[in-house]
């Protein structure tokens, strides 16, 4: 089990670098949309690279971020079902649900992904719109989104293994206030600070 925790650790390594370089992309959409708004108010011109450049990395966030929001606990649940079960019964649910449900979805997507990729990138294919940019880097990124989120997913899976055999601690357990509730408390002690200087 020692070996599977060290491989876990490691993956979650990988997939907190991605995720962290997936925050950048967001910045980067960011700055484009808003230098591309900012160029076409003033100069009446735009240009289809900047507009196309912004859904890929829109794109990129997503299939590349899915992975970490998994490693975060930050993907939908539905709480109000699990919060009932023990932590084990939530546990159980998640190895279910990775072995019965992620890891086939992962396989699918990333092998009908893979051809797109392939086609694209040995024809060259190019964007129908005038001076749009090359589709095999937003293609790349079905197979390679949801063959990192198959990664995380394994990672999940020996941790939740780990303590289910009494060999690891619960990920899902929720100790202290969320990032939200910490959060609205920060925002809520400035305020009062604000108040209270404006006295």
């Not at 997503?62 to 699990?82: C, E, K, P, Q, T």
């Not at 995380?152 to 289910?164: G, H, V, Y």
């Not at 009494?166 to 202290?176: C, I, R």
Request: glycine share 8%; hydrophobic share 50%.
């Amino acid at each position: 089990m020692s070996f599977l925790l060290t491989l876990s650790r490691l993956i979650d390594a990988l997939t907190e670098r991605i995720g962290k370089l997936a925050m950048w992309f967001i910045l980067a959409t960011t700055m484009i949309s808003a230098g591309n708004a900012i160029v076409r108010k003033l100069f009446d011109t735009s240009s289809n690279a900047f507009l196309e450049i912004q859904w890929y990395l829109f794109a990129a966030v997503f299939m590349l971020g899915s992975g970490y929001a998994f490693l975060r606990n930050a993907h939908v649940r539905i709480d109000f079902i699990s919060s009932k079960f023990s932590a084990r019964g939530r546990n159980w649910v998640d190895v279910i649900g990775i072995i019965v449900f992620v890891f086939p979805l992962c396989y699918m997507m990333a092998t009908l992904g893979w051809p797109l990729f392939v086609n694209a990138y040995e024809s060259g294919e190019m964007s129908s719109n005038a001076g749009g940019l090359i589709r095999w880097p937003v293609y790349a990124l079905i197979p390679a989104g949801f063959a990192l989120l198959a990664l995380q997913s394994l990672s999940e899976l020996i941790k939740r293994i780990a303590f289910l055999t009494g060999n690891g601690p619960d990920v899902l357990a929720h100790e202290g206030p969320s990032e939200e509730e910490l959060l609205a408390q920060q925002l809520l002690e400035e305020e009062q600070q604000r108040l209270k200087a404006a006295q």
